[in-house]
């Protein structure tokens, strides 16, 4: 089985939202040392990634119909994770 990975550009145009999804994917096999390295640091950044519960104005956590914490996605620059070495 072949694992496929996400490749980001660093700009977007109005013609990167009429590529299909596959487009930005290439197997694992195919990345470079470093990029292979690159991805394996990226995967364990974001298993480190905690869930950001979502509040009401009040400051108390909002929960979901079932009673358990709303969770909010979070803003992650990849421009500057990119950047890091």
């Given at each position: 089985?072949?694992?496929?990975v996400?490749r980001?550009p ?8 009429e ?18 390295e690159?991805?394996?640091k990226?995967?364990t ?8 519960t ?8 909002a929960?979901?119909?079932?009673g ?18």
């Amino acid at each position: 089985m072949t694992e496929r990975v996400p490749r980001f550009p660093l700009a977007w145009s109005s013609e990167h939202f009429e590529m299909r999804t596959e487009e930005y994917l290439t197997a694992a096999v195919d990345l470079s040392p470093e990029e292979q390295e690159g991805f394996l640091k990226l995967k364990t950044y974001v298993k480190g990634f905690k869930p950001c519960t979502f509040t009401v104005a009040s400051g108390a956590v909002a929960l979901d119909r079932r009673g358990k914490p709303r969770v909010e996605p979070r803003f992650v620059n990849t421009k500057a994770l990119l950047a890091c070495k």
